[in-house]
C-alpha cells in the first residue's frame, strides 16, 4: 500500500520512535495520523493531520474503543513497548517479565485483534509490529524483555498468516539499539530512528514482510543455525563475570 492517503495509527507516539513514524507518515503524506499514547497530552508532533489519543494499551476495553472511534484506520503500527532491564532467575520476583509481557506481547495482540477487522473494512492495509534483534535471542541482563518480544515475533508470524486472506499486510521490523530514550545509557553502536521508520515505510510501499534494520541485527538472525556456539559462550562469560555486555556498570 502507498502511504500517501493513508490513514494511520501509531501506538507509543509521543517521543522517540513513535513520534519518528508519525513524522516520517507526514512527510509521505499520510491523510491522517492517530498519536497514541499513555497521555496524549505528551504527543510532541504538532500538525493539523495529528489526532493524539490516549491509549493504553493493556487496557482491553481502552483497545476496543479507540478501535471503534478510529475506524478509517488502513496502517496501524504497533511501537509501544516497555524495557525494564531484568533477568529471569535471578530477578527479585516476576513483576518486570509480566509487565514487558502485558505491554509487548499481550498489548500489541490486542491492537492486532482489535483492528483486524477495521483493516479488513477498510481494503486490507498494512499492520507493522516494531520488534526487535533480541526476537532471535536471548541477552540474561535483560531477559524478560528478550522473552517478551519473542513472543512478539511468533505473533507477527501468526497475524500474517491469519490476515493474508483479507489481504491485510503484516511487517515485522528487527532493530538492535535505537538512538532514542530507552537506550540512553547503552554504549554499543545504534541506529538512528529515523533510519528504522524509512525502512520500516518502505517494506509496507514495497510489500515486504520482514525488515532487518542493522549490520548486529542481521549478523544475529546469520547465525540462529549456530548461535549456541557463536552468540551465548561470550554471554555467558559476561553473565558470571558481572558485567553487562552493553558497557554498563
Same mark, same amino acid.
Given at each position: ?25 507526514? +512527510? ?87 483492528? +483486524? ?29 528478550? +522473552? ?10 501468526? +497475524? ?90
Amino acid at each position: 500500500m502507498w502511504i500517501s492517503g493513508a490513514v494511520a495509527l501509531v501506538t507509543g507516539a509521543n517521543r522517540g520512535l513513535g513520534a519518528s513514524f508519525t513524522q516520517a507518515l507526514l +512527510a509521505r503524506g499520510a491523510a491522517t495520523v492517530y498519536a497514541a499514547a499513555r497521555d496524549a497530552s505528551m504527543v510532541s508532533v504538532t500538525d493539523p493531520r495529528v489526532k493524539p489519543i490516549d491509549l493504553d494499551i493493556t487496557d482491553r476495553a481502552a483497545v476496543a474503543a479507540v478501535a471503534q472511534r478510529c475506524g478509517d484506520v488502513d496502517l496501524l503500527v504497533n511501537n509501544a513497548g516497555a524495557m525494564l532491564l531484568g533477568p529471569l532467575i535471578t530477578a527479585p520476583d516476576t513483576g518486570a517479565a509480566r509487565t514487558e509481557m502485558e505491554v509487548n506481547y499481550f498489548g500489541t495482540l490486542e491492537m492486532c485483534r482489535a483492528f +483486524a477487522p477495521v483493516l479488513a473494512r477498510n481494503g486490507g492495509g498494512a499492520l507493522v509490529n516494531m520488534l526487535s534483534v533480541v526476537s532471535w535471542y536471548t541477552v540474561p541482563f535483560n531477559a524478560s524483555y528478550c +522473552a517478551s518480544k519473542s513472543a512478539e515475533w511468533a505473533l507477527t508470524n501468526a +497475524a500474517r498468516v491469519e490476515l493474508h486472506g483479507q489481504g491485510t499486510h503484516v511487517v515485522g521490523v528487527h532493530a538492535g539499539f535505537i538512538d532514542t530514550d530507552m537506550a540512553a545509557d547503552v554504549s554499543e553502536a545504534k541506529i538512528a530512528p529515523e533510519d528504522v521508520v524509512a525502512q520500516a515505510l518502505d517494506a509496507v510501499e514495497n510489500n515486504v514482510t520482514e525488515v532487518i534494520t542493522d549490520e548486529w541485527t542481521r549478523h544475529v538472525k546469520s547465525t540462529l543455525p549456530v548461535d549456541q556456539e557463536e552468540l551465548y559462550p561470550d554471554l555467558r562469560r559476561a553473565w558470571a563475570a558481572g558485567a553487562s555486555p552493553w558497557g554498563r556498570d
